[in-house]
């Protein structure tokens, strides 16, 4: 009988047939308390033997039932640690979220790159007079850099739409003295318009003025540069002989690309005598470099965006693909 008993203990799979057992073994009418009522009519002998085999029983089944309980309550709470569990890998509800715009990204980067090196950050007008733009950057009237810029000429006025960012050399310089390095990000603008041009576009101007500075700097300051923005020690880089009039002398720099192709990533050179006198500096004293570069050609490089007018289309879903979040 008390195999049969712990046999329906064990087999129970819930926890309320295990509690109707219970009531039915141990209960107030229980088979114990119905079997310990029998006691009162033997021999204080066979009461004695009866009562302890009773009490042994209930012994017996009590802890077999506590032991089946909080087997089945593991059970229990297994199976709803399993049914209740929250699937984090559901996407969250859709959210409007911003994306930095990767013009934005490559200016705050760079920026963010030579401000660790000393330089300073100097903004100016996008609309500017010619004398910033060209005279005092030795670009004399018909001289024929003028013409290959495609400049914005504002009808009755002096001034014109900026085609290069070294006009902040100029404004910065007659107010900021040397030794000075400093760097002028901004939009340009020039007449024209293909798959590599817009007439707005971005650049940023760089600049280092201070005594017994040599072309090794400017090299050195560029080679650094182009194989951190680019993300590879081993970049291979060219400066190619070239002419600026604000530089003396001038170069521009290509960057060994995939199959052995070389790119034009920027203009540089020695700060022209003239540029300095212009801007009050004595040459004899200091000399400079400075740097011009196309922020939607890096951009486009490094990111793989083949398109400059994409940059401009205002379309949010090529922002969601190229853009930079929070995280990025
Ligand atoms: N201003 C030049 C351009 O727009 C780029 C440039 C070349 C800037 C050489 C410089 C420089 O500062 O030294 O084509």
């Known amino acids: 009988m008390q195999q049969d008993w712990q046999q329906q203990i064990n087999s129970a799979q819930e926890l309320k047939t295990l509690d109707e057992l219970r009531v039915q073994l141990l209960g107030k009418n229980g088979l114990i308390t119905q079997q310990l009522k029998t006691l009162g009519s033997l021999n204080q002998e066979d009461r004695k033997t009866k009562g302890a085999e009773i009490n042994a029983l209930k012994d017996l089944l009590t802890s077999a039932i506590e032991e089946k309980k909080s087997l089945l309550e593991q059970q229990a709470l297994e199976l709803r640690l399993v049914n209740e ?71 009755d006025s002096d001034e014109v739409l900026r ?5 902040v050399q100029i404004r910065t310089l007659r107010n900021h003295k040397p030794p000075i390095r400093f760097l002028a990000p901004g939009r340009t603008f020039r007449s024209d318009y293909d798959a590599t ?5 971005h650049q940023m101007e760089g600049v280092v003025i201070e005594e017994n500075i040599n072309f090794a700097h400017l090299k050195g300051t560029i080679i650094d540069f182009c194989r951190w923005f680019f993300e590879d020690p081993n970049l291979k880089l ?17 960057i060994g690309w995939s199959n052995d192709k ?13 540029v300095l006198a212009n801007c009050d500096i004595d040459s004899t004293k200091y000399q400079g470099f400075a740097f011009g570069m196309g922020m939607e050609r890096f951009a486009m490089l490094k990111y793989g965006i ?10 949010t879903r090529w922002l969601d693909m190229y853009g930079f979040g929070s995280i990025s």
């Not at 950057?137 to 013409?147: D, E, T, V």
């Not at 060219?238 to 290509?254: G, I, N, Q, Y």
């Not at 398109?307 to 289309?313: G, K, W």
């Open 238 to 254: 060219r400066f190619r002989p070239s002419f600026f009039p604000f530089t003396e002398p001038s170069a521009e720099v290509d």
């Open 163 to 167: 085609t290069h960012t070294s006009t």
């Open 197 to 201: 041009h817009t007439p707005m576009f």
């Open 85 to 155: 569990k929250i699937d984090i890998t559901l996407p969250a509800r859709p959210e409007m979220v911003g994306k930095t715009h990767p013009i934005s990204k490559v200016i705050s980067d760079i920026t963010k790159y030579f401000s660790q090196n000393g330089f300073q950050v100097f903004d100016g007008p996008h609309i500017d007079t010619q004398e910033h733009n060209f005279d005092a950057l030795n670009i004399p009237p018909h001289h024929p850099a003028r013409q290959s810029h495609d400049t914005f000429y504002i009808e």
């Open 262 to 274: 070389w790119l034009e990533v920027l203009g540089c050179g020695m700060i022209h005598p003239t």
């Open 306 to 315: 083949n398109d400059i007018r994409a940059f401009y289309d205002g379309d």
